[in-house]
């Protein structure tokens, strides 16, 4: 088995910013052009208004993100993942713990994952988030949950990436991922979101890394708002990291993007085992498919697990077709289906 997340160095148009106008007009064309716009306006009323619709709604609306409560479902996920010649990265779903008890239960679910992982003889790694395993309760239990985990995954050959989450956790993040690091555990990768107008300077000297754009809604004093200057941020910044001999996990679903990532490892004449694409669960799975048959490494973000609430309203929040999605499920709730 290949543990791809290892090899190196360890083997190691969303809707315009335009104000919307709806005009109404009778021909087909008139309405052709004002049904998106509606819908459009919609998505983003419904997106604001996501904490407020009802959990069980959300639950059923974000089911294709999420393998599902326990580890079987997460396996079965990784095991078809597999099959079809994808990688996977399991994240024990956690962010909401509130106790040191609950953070060491979390890192406790990992060493399951890890060794189930082992038994069942799939190729995957892990994703973990400090929160969970108690950055926010206690700096040491975190970084103690942190090594115990990457110490396990070490020994078992298996990569684990350490997530990153919004800008209160960033440096700390970064500081722990260098402290694994400087301890010698080369199976752990840090992330860096292209929206965090630091980011091309953290990119300096890591040499593991998955580059995405950043879900967090974080001030313009310290991030790019603005849609394609993120993107434009996120081409330098994987510009760098290729030049500088890094092993990238190219997290992005945004078409441009995908190109742009191509044309990059194309001219830095990468190999395939050099770089990865990385998807999350559900997510354009199509586009997915048609990278892995170009034979490119494609590793897709499994979660699991109870705590499941935080990550679906961020799911849902990106989804560009979420309005229409909230008003099917609101109809077939009104049926009784
Ligand atoms: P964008 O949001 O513009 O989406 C591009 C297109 O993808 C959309 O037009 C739509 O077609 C489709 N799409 C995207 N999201 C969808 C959804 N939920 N449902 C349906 N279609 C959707 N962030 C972070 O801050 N810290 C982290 O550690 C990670 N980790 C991470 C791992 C992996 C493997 C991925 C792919 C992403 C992350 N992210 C993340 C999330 C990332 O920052 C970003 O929020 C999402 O990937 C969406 O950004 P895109 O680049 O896909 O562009």
Sequence with gaps: MSHSELSEPYAAERESSRPLVVIRRRSGTGLRRTIPRVLALLDRAIVRLLPAVPRPVVQRLSSRYIAGPNLEDALRVVRELNAQGKLATIDVLGEEVSSDDEARAIAGQYHDVLAELDAAGLDAGVSVKLTALGLELDHDLCRDNLEAVVRDAAARGRFVRIDMEDSSTTERTLQLYRLMRDEGYANVGAVLQAYMRRTLEDASGIDNVRLCKGIYVEPYSIAYRDFDEVRANYVRTLEQLVAQGAYVGIATHDEYLIEQALRVVRAAGLSHDQYE????????????????????????YVPFGTHWYEYSLRRLQENPKIAGYVAGDTVRGLLGR
Excluded: T
């Design 277 to 300: 694409f990385q998807m999350l669960l559900g997510v354009r799975p199509e586009r997915g498919d048609a990278l892995v048959a170009d034979g490119h490494r494609l590793r897709i």
